[in-house]
Each structure stands twice: as structure tokens, then as C-alpha cells.
């Protein structure tokens, strides 16, 4: 590490998961797993990095997978947690902390932030008419009714939006209502009062700090500034439910804060949920208080105006905490050419998944295909190709028969004493780290692979040209010292490779002969990652005095097999339902 290096602190954000069911590849291909890669890539600079997560757990979504379930919010929440953070984790994602919205801490720092609003006269009342059931005593909001669609006249549309013509809508345009709770009687307008922000009065805020952003994706400013074509409005930030943040002022009883306004405030509480698991309780102002860290969020397409304009808003009313620093708002994954569908169970889920493929060749191919600047498609046939071209005979014959060679024909020795690696090796490293640290700088994973990949085509064309197969005899320490460069160049292809498949890394690093690992994970109190090997081991073009290979030398993946293949495209299509 160099001596004027100095760390910089980063909070990453990725989206918080809805604990109303599994997650599946377009999830974590689209926020978990270039979140996970970009924090592993800035830990192994040298970088402090708070890499956070949890469920959101409130709002209509959760309570209508109750009603549905036959169970309570809590059961629905406590379920779904559990199984998200599993599926992450057997991802090899290893948040700081993977907390919730329903934690104590986050209903205490989403109601002090309400206040913060409120007494800045950020916050305005208004008294409406919402729909109502009479025979459930409940007002009815978004999916708690369904009717006839103001704008096609489509029957069975749901409250906030038709699906049929996908017209957004407030629930009280609906024609003829019915209440989802009891299905038979219709809802009647009811007078009540809520609390709106104005969003209005922050607006010209909003509109030049967007402005400043121009080094940001050019997806992420195109819907960005969407909402900004016409002026801004205020927006409603509570509602008439049981379930959620209760609203923290006299005469509130039965209503909460809207789940869109508590969700990212959940940023912060999982920082602070973690403090507290620390024995730290104001750990987390350390980052979410210096105006020096950056705060980077990895999340949808879908979610990205929502983290430009709304929660940036919410931050710069409080203004107290940092605002995003870089927003990654990847666009979607398709499967087989179609859109992922839950209800229709078109899905490849994330834990049947992993019962099939191994975590690192589906981090391998997701970020070979990741969904950075456009849509983007999961096939299996793509995936046995990726996977066994480049993987398996540029980078995985790259090690086995340069290792294998070396302990044939030297003992093991990975080179001559004093040797020195090719300056072509070294350009070619040079090279590849400065495209892999712009891209993955960026958030861009699929970008930096690439570059690995190149690199694995260029030592093999080295390994090729150099032929110590025939120098071996006429010039045995020629041949030495071009396998020690090949050797060099394997070093940084498992380095730059870490991030994206940590396991892969592994195999190759331990292969290459050295004893200690690439990572350490310290398991407690928290799953935090610590790089044993800096970033810059990858510029060093040497291998310590007298290093030798591992004796075991073994194929880093096994290939994909054509019947796997022509299983798999069988199954996705007999589990789809009708
Ligand atoms: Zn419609
Ligand atoms: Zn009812």
C-alpha cells in the first residue's frame, strides 16, 4: 500500500428486499450480488466499507401475504426474513448487518425523523376523503380495494394500478370498489386527515444537486429526472393501517407511517442495529454523519427514481446525514427471453438454485450478463457456454497446465532464482487493472470481468507462443522464467477475480502454493470480510524467494454437461403455471 494512501469510508446500501416472499436471480443479480462484488473490490483497496441490508417490513404487500397466508404480519415477516437472508448468505453476501424494519431501532429513528420534518414545517396536514368499509371498520388503502379501471373500464383492477392498461391511479378513482378485506361490500369516501411532505418546497434542492450529478449512469439520470419534467407535488407519507411505524403525534390512533417513507429510513437503522450488536450504540454516526463518506446504493431500475428525488429529499429536509454519493440502478434480467414472473412461478428462485449450481459459477455468469446498462438474459445454454469457454479452457486450463508443468519439469519451483517477470506480462496487468478499477469504480461488474477474461486470453496466447514444452531442452531457464510470468499473470487473475467468485479465487491461490488464505472471514459478532491480500499484491510482479506450487493440481470447475443443460430448460417450463 502505498505510503500517501488514505482510506475512504463508504456506507452500501443494497435494496431492501419486501418480507412477503423468496427471492429470485433478477433480485440478486440486479442489487445483492454487484453490491457484494463492488464492497469486496474497495475492502481489498484498503477502503472501510458498511455494507448493510435488511427487509422492509411494512406496508400493505406484507399484510396481504397474511390474509393470504392465514397467518399474522409478524409470522409473514418472521418467515420471510429468515428465508432471504439464508439465500443471500449462501450467496456468499455477507452484509455487516442484515436487519429489519420492524426492529425497535428503526421504528424509534423512523418516528425521530417524522418530528425532525415536522418541526421544520416540512410536513403539512390535510384533511380528505378516503375510502372506507363499513362493515370492516377500515379505510381501504391501494390493495385493499379492487374495482373497475377509471381509465379502460377493465374490471378486477386493483387499487393503486391496473394491470390490464397500467394506468396509475389514487384507490378512490376506482369505479364501483369493493373491499378486499371482507370481498362483498363497497366502499364508501370517509373523511380523514394525513400527513404529506412537501416535496414542493425542497424541489429547487432536489433539481441542482441532480444537476451536479453528471458523472452518474446515463439510465439513472434519465428517470431521475422524470418527475421533475412538471413540478413536484406533496406527497402523502402516512395511512390508515394497523401494521407499520405508528405515527408519532396526539390524535393518531390507527395510522402509520407509508411504507415508502419509513422502507429506506431502514438505511440508517440497520446501521444503527448493528452498532448496537457492536456494544457501539453511535458507531454508525461514524459514517452516516461525515461528510466525507460516500453512500452508494445498488438497487432495480424500478426503485431508482425513488432513490434520486424521494428518499435524497427526505435526507436534505433532516439534513443531517449524507446523501447517495452513487446510485447503481441496474436494469432488469429476463429468463429465457421472458420477463421473471412470481405469480406465475417463472422463476429460477435463489435457493433451488443453489441446490444446482455451484455459488461461484452462478456469481461467474450472473456478472458475466449482470443487467448494468440494459436489460439483459439468463439462459442455461448461455450459462454451459460461459462457464465451459471461458471459464473452464481460458482461465482453468491457463492454471492447469502452467502448474502442472512446473511441478513436472522444475519440482514445483514456480521460478529460477532472481527471476523476473516479462515486461509484456506487466503491461498486460497494468493494463487490465486500470480498465477493472475504472469499471468496478463505477459499480460496473460485468465490465471488470470482462477485462479479467481478456487477461486469461492473453496469457494464454503468452503461454502459447513461449512454448517451454520445446525451450525446456535447449534453454531450460528461458523456459523457467516464462513460466514464472504466466505464473505472475495467475496471480493477478485469482486477485481480480476475488471479488466476483471469492471460491474460485480461493482454488487458484491455494493452487499457486500459497498457505494463507485470500480472506478472512471473522464470524463474529458480525460476518465482516477482511482481505488478507491487498489490492496492490496484484501489481507486485513477484512471488516470494524459492515459492513453490501446490502439489495438488486439479481442474478449478468442471465442465457443464449437455444433459444438465437439457434438464434444466425442461424443468423452468413444467413448473410454470397457467
Ligand atoms: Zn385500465
Ligand atoms: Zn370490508
Not at 193 to 210: A, C, G
Not at 316 to 333: A, H, S
Not at 537 to 549: D, L, S
Amino acid at each position: 500500500m502505498s505510503k500517501n494512501f488514505t482510506p475512504q469510508k463508504f456506507i452500501v446500501c443494497c435494496a431492501l428486499p419486501y418480507a412477503n416472499g423468496g427471492q429470485h436471480l433478477g433480485h440478486l443479480a440486479g442489487a445483492y450480488l454487484p453490491g457484494d462484488i463492488f464492497t469486496r473490490y474497495k475492502r481489498m483497496q484498503g477502503h472501510d466499507v458498511h455494507f448493510l441490508c435488511g427487509t422492509d417490513e411494512h406496508g400493505a404487500a406484507i399484510t396481504f401475504k397474511a390474509l393470504e397466508e392465514k397467518i399474522t404480519p409478524r409470522q409473514v415477516v418472521d418467515k420471510y426474513h429468515k428465508i432471504i437472508k439464508d439465500g443471500l448468505t449462501a450467496c456468499d453476501i455477507h452484509f455487516d448487518i442484515f436487519s429489519r424494519t420492524t426492529h425497535p431501532c428503526h421504528i424509534k429513528r423512523s418516528q425521530e425523523i417524522f418530528l425532525n420534518l415536522h418541526k421544520k414545517n416540512l410536513l403539512e396536514q390535510k384533511t380528505e376523503m378516503r375510502l372506507h368499509c363499513s362493515s370492516c371498520n377500515q379505510f381501504l388503502p391501494d390493495r385493499y380495494v379492487m374495482g373497475t379501471c377509471p381509465s379502460c373500464k377493465a374490471t378486477g383492477a386493483r387499487g393503486d394500478q391496473c394491470e390490464k392498461c397500467g394506468v396509475w391511479y389514487e384507490p378512490e378513482a376506482l369505479i364501483d370498489p369493493i373491499c378486499q378485506l371482507c370481498k362483498k361490500n363497497k366502499a364508501a369516501l370517509k373523511e380523514t386527515s394525513h400527513w404529506y411532505l412537501k416535496l414542493n418546497e425542497l424541489e429547487p434542492k432536489i433539481r441542482s444537486w441532480l444537476e451536479s450529478k453528471t458523472e452518474w449512469r446515463k439510465n439513472v439520470l434519465g428517470y431521475a429526472f422524470q418527475p421533475l419534467k412538471s413540478e413536484l407535488t406533496s406527497r402523502a407519507i402516512t395511512r390508515d393501517l394497523e401494521w407499520g411505524v405508528p405515527v408519532p403525534l396526539p390524535n393518531s390512533d390507527g395510522k402509520v407511517l407509508y411504507v415508502w417513507f419509513d422502507a429506506p429510513i431502514g438505511y440508517i437503522s440497520a446501521s444503527e442495529d448493528w452498532s448496537i450488536e457492536l456494544g457501539k450504540p453511535d458507531h454508525w454516526r461514524t459514517y452516516w454523519e461525515d461528510k466525507n463518506a460516500k453512500l452508494v446504493h445498488f438497487i432495480g431500475k424500478d426503485n431508482i427514481i425513488f432513490h434520486t428525488v424521494v428518499w435524497p429529499a427526505v435526507l436534505m429536509g433532516d439534513e443531517r446525514y449524507i446523501l447517495p454519493d452513487m446510485v447503481c440502478g441496474n436494469e432488469f434480467l429476463n429468463l429465457e427471453g421472458e420477463k421473471f414472473s412470481t405469480s406465475r412461478n417463472y422463476a429460477l428462485w435463489i435457493n433451488e438454485t443453489l441446490e444446482i449450481v455451484p455459488v461461484d459459477l452462478l456469481r461467474y455468469y450472473l456478472t458475466a450478463i449482470s443487467p448494468e446498462s440494459s436489460d439483459s438474459n439468463f439462459s442455461w445454454d448461455e450459462y454451459q457456454s460461459k462457464i465451459n469457454t471461458e471459464l473452464a479452457d481460458i482461465i482453468g486450463n491457463l492454471i492447469n497446465r502452467t502448474l502442472t508443468f512446473i511441478n513436472k519439469n522444475f519440482d514445483g519451483q514456480i521460478g529460477p532464482e532472481n527471476a523476473t517477470a516479462d515486461s509484456s506480462i506487466e503491461k498486460f496487468i497494468n493494463e487490465t487493472v486500470k480498465e477493472y478499477s475504472s469499471q468496478l469504480d463505477e459499480g460496473y461488474s460485468k465490465f471488470a470481468l470482462n477485462a479479467v477474461t481478456d487477461l486469461g486470453r492473453k496469457l494464454n496466447v503468452y503461454f502459447q507462443e513461449q512454448a517451454p514444452w520445446k525451450t525446456r531442452k535447449e534453454d531450460p531457464l528461458k523456459a523457467h522464467n516464462s513460466l514464472y510470468s504466466t505464473c505472475v499473470g495467475i496471480k493477478a487473475v485469482a486477485l481480480l477475480l476475488y471479488p466476483i467468485c471469492p471460491g474460485i479465487a480461493q482454488r487458484i491461490w491455494t493452487q499457486l502454493g500459497f498457505a494463507e488464505s485470500i480472506m478472512e472471514p471473522i464470524m463474529e459478532p458480525i460476518n465482516e470480510l477482511i482481505n488478507k491480500v491487498p489490492f496492490s499484491e496484484i501489481t507486485n510482479f513477484r512471488f516470494p524467494k524459492g515459492h513453490k506450487a501446490s502439489v495438488d493440481i486439479v481442474p478449478i470447475v468442471t465442465k457443464v454437461e449437455d444433459d444438465f443443460i437439457t434438464s434444466q430448460k425442461e424443468i423452468l417450463k413444467s413448473k410454470v403455471k397457467s
